[in-house]
């Protein structure tokens, strides 16, 4: 009898304690959000510690353990009248971060480095002919940023990582 009651015991706190666990996020703020046609989604947010994240060289899998899968993305918008493929790496980065152009820049493009509240931290310019352009990041604390290109009326964002 004793073990019988020892068994249902262990079975019923068993069930009890695993019934009540679960993945929660403490965090001040947070989001969640799917473009129209669903190819990107984003979630978000605010307080979560940094957990880390592993990417193979060939960049087809991504490692990360913590509450969000995804935390770094690329293209925010991208308005050019003429496609041109704009790469901005390294992303995280913890110095300075490139950016480099398919094709020779034909006209001036303004840059602003925003903070994550929307502050501009810093301005610069790409000039004509220029077909890559290095930011120093290194008096920036670490955080997000925004990186804005202006072309004329034109703009492309891109969310840079500063470690």
Known sequence: MKKIFLVLITVFFAVAVSGQIKQEVIASAGGYNKSADNSLSISWTLGET???????????II????????????????????????TVYPNPASESVNIKFESLVDRMINVQIMDA???????????????????NLQDLPSGVYFLKL??????????????
């Open 50 to 60: 940094i957990v880390p994240t592993y990417v193979s060289q060939d960049g087809s």
């Open 63 to 86: 490692l990360t353990h913590g509450f969000q899968q995804k935390i770094i993305i690329t293209s925010i918008e991208e308005n050019f009248e003429v496609p041109v493929s704009v």
């Open 150 to 163: 202006i072309k004329g009326n034109l703009v492309n964002v891109y969310k840079i990582v500063k470690l």
């Open 117 to 135: 509240q929307g502050r501009i931290v810093r301005t610069d310019r790409i000039e004509i002919s220029v077909i890559q352009k290095t930011i």
